[in-house]
């Protein structure tokens, strides 16, 4: 069997390090000249999101023989809507690092691979099918899962960042859902280190969040973080995003291609996370190739858990911010931090569920420019 993996990020290098557990050499093509090699970035891996797993980092080691640190855990997620302030306490998740830095997961994840890493690679994937039995997609994006036409595409969404200077708590994590600052979408602060952080937004491309005055959604999404957490920022850094697609691909395998990470459709609708379902990916897909278990069948939850948080993301659209505020004052609540916290509950099933006769005939349509 020879194997090749293209892409040296999260789910190609877990895939990686789970063959090597089995026995199997795979060869690693990716197209940077290192690790990890992109802007730095704040993430979060949110419990909330993907129960049953509650702590993916006890998970992922104790299952799977990954070992990742986060940066911090998260105590407290503050939440601002344009008139509303909600706040919740306790053990909500993790935050951790990506790109260019020593600490970051795909630079964790990399000292864990034995297998030799061809970097600067321009081989194509039908390149590749020529030379090996198994390819592995994990380039990160959808690209080859449409251009074989194995994609479903549901919206896409614009992702704005920076990275910015000042005084933070590492274990507060910052969320904003406001339509004059992310129409439709989210504004996220998530800290890497007591002076240093990423502020993001993500808002979906269609027809009317293409706002006139919305020239620089960045500056103005800037300006409300420092208003809003009473500080003078300072960014030294910015990154963007445009038209990044997010669907499900058909078929998770096709022939002997599996389509991991975002080439899967690992990125959810809602809040746009998906860290460790393209680690699961990666991992799963291994288990295919060493004849533990079958991709498609591994696979069967992440899908239901994409069909649940684009039910979220659907019903989300349609809150014009005073919905929003009322939203954000439910989250003060003790019966939200319940939902939140408690672990026996599972709010991304209980909210689509719930959320679906909502949402029943109102799929908006992906811009086409
Ligand atoms: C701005 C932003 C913020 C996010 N925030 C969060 C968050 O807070 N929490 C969360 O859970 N998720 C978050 N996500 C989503 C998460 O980062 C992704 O789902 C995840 O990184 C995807 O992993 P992957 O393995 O598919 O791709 P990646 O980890 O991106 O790796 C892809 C690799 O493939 C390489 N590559 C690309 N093309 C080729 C080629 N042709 N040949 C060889 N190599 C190639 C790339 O250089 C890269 O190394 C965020 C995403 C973005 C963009």
């Known amino acids: 069997m020879k194997v090749a993996i293209m892409g040296a990020g999260?789910?190609?290098l877990a895939c990686a390090i789970t063959l090597e557990r089995f026995g199997i050499s795979p060869t690693i093509f990716e197209k940077r000249s290192r690790v990890g090699d992109r802007f730095v970035n704040g993430e979060a891996i949110l419990p909330v999101l993907d129960r049953p797993i509650n702590d993916a980092y006890a998970y992922l080691s104790e299952n799977h023989g990954i070992f990742l640190q986060p940066i911090a855990n998260i105590s407290k997620m503050k939440f601002y809507?344009?008139?509303?302030?909600?706040?919740?306490?306790?053990?909500?998740?993790?935050?951790?690092?990506?790109?260019?830095?020593e600490e970051s997961f795909e630079s964790q994840l990399g000292r864990q691979v034995k297998t030799k890493i061809i970097f600067n690679s321009d081989f194509t994937y039908e390149q590749l099918l020529q030379d090996f039995t198994h390819v592995v997609m994990a380039t990160g994006d959808a690209a080859y899962a449409m251009k074989v036409e194995n994609f479903e595409s549901d919206l896409t969404v614009t992702l704005k960042?920076?990275?910015?200077?000042?005084?933070?708590?590492?274990?507060?994590?910052?969320?904003?859902?406001?339509?004059?600052?992310?129409?439709m979408g989210y504004g996220f602060l998530i800290p890497y280190s007591e002076k240093e952080a990423a502020i993001t937004i993500g808002y979906p491309d269609y027809p009317n969040t293409q706002f006139i005055d919305f020239e620089s959604p960045l500056d103005k999404f800037f300006d409300r973080v420092c208003k809003d957490i009473n500080q003078s920022l300072r960014i030294t850094d910015t990154f963007g995003v445009t038209r990044y697609i997010i669907g499900l691909c058909k078929y998770p395998r096709l022939g002997n291609t599996f389509f991991t990470g975002n080439c899967f459709?690992?990125?959810?609708?809602?809040?746009?996370?998906?860290?460790?379902?393209?680690?699961l990916t990666g991992i799963y897909a291994a288990h295919d190739l060493a004849g533990k278990g079958k991709y498609e069948e591994l696979v069967k939850p992440?899908?239901?858990?994409?069909?649940?948080?684009?039910?979220?993301?659907?019903?989300?659209?349609?809150?014009?911010?005073?919905?929003?505020d009322i939203l954000v004052s439910f989250l003060n609540t003790r019966f939200a931090k319940q939902i939140i916290t408690n672990r026996r509950y599972n709010p991304l099933k209980i909210a689509s569920h719930l959320l679906r006769p909502m949402i029943k005939n109102s799929r908006p349509k992906v811009t086409q420019r």
Do not use: C
């Open 10 to 12: 999260l789910s190609g």
């Open 81 to 101: 809507s344009q008139n509303s302030r909600g706040v919740i306490d306790g053990h909500i998740g993790f935050t951790n690092i990506r790109g260019r830095d």
């Open 161 to 183: 960042g920076a990275t910015v200077e000042g005084n933070f708590n590492p274990h507060d994590v910052s969320i904003w859902l406001d339509n004059n600052i992310a129409p």
């Open 265 to 279: 459709g690992a990125m959810m609708p809602a809040f746009g996370f998906g860290q460790l379902e393209s680690i």
């Open 302 to 324: 992440l899908i239901q858990s994409y069909h649940e948080s684009l039910v979220i993301r659907r019903a989300m659209e349609k809150l014009n911010n005073h919905k929003l």
